[in-house]
Every structure is written in structure tokens, then in C-alpha cells.
């Protein structure tokens, strides 16, 4: 049996839904899953944030999931933590093109859920986004500037895309970099972790708008940390 998450469904043919999952050790999987009816639904668990366990049959890209049951009760995620949550989804759609790419994210992806059920923050947020460029071979060094030497804690670095971070007139610290690289960050630094992450997943996502953090603005959250 496989364990995993819905990252995205919508109807297919005559009760059956088709269906974007974050599957452990695989990555993006897309397949085809029959609803069933009555008692045998299983309607009411194809879910985002709903633990799947499941098997799959096929070799193409478009696979059959079967014996499909949950894992455990859905993560209980409400307010700014659902909207985060549904921003991780729609992240890993965007990112993840390629069907079974992502092998290692499910631990991180399954972490940052319960992180964002116990409290909503930043934190998961932006290390999920940093597994995730590590994951796809885009995040650079955080401890080396593009030249090769040590970042310093004090000096002030700039992006420069397909080079690395170059030592200067800059807005991100070096103890930014430092921070992120062990995962931890002062209080006074996430707002340069957000704008950093966002420069460094422009690439990978495109130019078209993220809806959920549409939804975010829309909701007029006091974070908007997506």
C-alpha cells in the first residue's frame, strides 16, 4: 500500500474523479479514482489534507488508484492554516510538472500540515519552500556567495539568478542566509525569508498569479504569509 495526500481533483466520466497526489517516495502522481456509492463511497475521504492509503495500477502517466482508505483522520486545519495549506497544494501542482517528481517531499509536505494545524506561522512555510527548491536542484548555496567564499554574518548579499548571491548593496543579510541554511531564523528576518523564497520560486512557477494568494489577499489576512 502507498500512503499520500489529494493535492488537486476534478470530476472524470461518470463517478470517477481524477486526481494530482503527493505519494511517498514517488512524488506527483496523476490517476483516476473510481467514487463508488453508497456505503463503499469513498467520496467523502478523496480529500485535500485527507492521509490516503492506496494502491496503484498502470504503467502509463495516468494511473488507476484502488483500495483506497484513510490513513488517519484529515488534518484539522482551519482559517489562515487551511488557506496556507491550500497554497502548499497549489505550490507542489505548480512545481511539480513532471509526474513522479518531488520523491522527497512527502515527509516535509505531511510536517508542515501539522506544523500549520497547531499554529499558523511562517516557519513551515518557508522551509517547506526551501525543501522544495532543494528538491528541484534550485535552491543555492546559502553558506557560499557566487564567488565561492563564506557568506558573513554581517555583510549585505543581492540575487543574481543562474550566478548566487553576491556580496554588497543588497536587502537580504548575510544572517539571513546563514539562518535558512540550519533552519533557524530570528523574528525580525521572515519578512526577507518571504521575499527571498518568492525570487527564488518565480522561475519554477511562472508569471501567472498564484489563486491562493488571491484568496489570501481576498480574506484580508493579517499575515498573508503565503
Known amino acids: 500500500m502507498h ?3 489529494v493535492l488537486h481533483s476534478k470530476p472524470y466520466r461518470e463517478n470517477s474523479v481524477l486526481v494530482k497526489l503527493l505519494v511517498d517516495g514517488l512524488g506527483r502522481v496523476d490517476a483516476v479514482a473510481r467514487l463508488g456509492s453508497g456505503k463503499r463511497s469513498v ?16 504503467r502509463g502517466e495516468l494511473q488507476t488508484l484502488r483500495q483506497l482508505e484513510s490513513a488517519s483522520p484529515a488534518v484539522p486545519l482551519t482559517g489562515d ?6 497554497y502548499l497544494n497549489e505550490l507542489l501542482v505548480r512545481a511539480l510538472k513532471q509526474v513522479q517528481s ?3 517531499l512527502f515527509v516535509a509536505y505531511h510536517q508542515t500540515l501539522m506544523a500549520l494545524a497547531r499554529e499558523f506561522s511562517q516557519p513551515p512555510l518557508r522551509f517547506f519552500e526551501l525543501s522544495l527548491l532543494d528538491e528541484l536542484g534550485c535552491l543555492p548555496s546559502l553558506t557560499h556567495d557566487a564567488n565561492g567564499m563564506a ?7 543581492r540575487w ?11 536587502m537580504f543579510p548575510g544572517r539571513l542566509l546563514l539562518g535558512l541554511a540550519i533552519r533557524e ?8 525569508a ?10 519554477v512557477l511562472g508569471d501567472k498569479p498564484l489563486v491562493s494568494r488571491q484568496l489570501f489577499q481576498a480574506r484580508g489576512s493579517q499575515s498573508n504569509q503565503a
Do not use: M, S
Open 102 to 104: 518531488g520523491e522527497a
Open 151 to 157: 557568506v558573513e554574518r554581517d555583510a549585505c548579499y
Open 185 to 192: 531564523l530570528d523574528d525580525k528576518d521572515w519578512g526577507y
Open 160 to 170: 543574481l539568478p543562474e550566478a548566487g548571491f553576491i556580496q554588497g548593496e543588497g
Open 194 to 203: 518571504k521575499r527571498l523564497t518568492r525570487l527564488l520560486l518565480q522561475p
Open 43 to 58: 467520496k467523502g475521504i478523496v480529500q485535500p489534507f485527507q492521509p490516503l492509503l492506496f494502491e496503484l495500477y498502470g
Open 3 to 5: 500512503r499520500g495526500y
Open 81 to 86: 492554516a487551511l488557506y496556507a495549506a491550500i
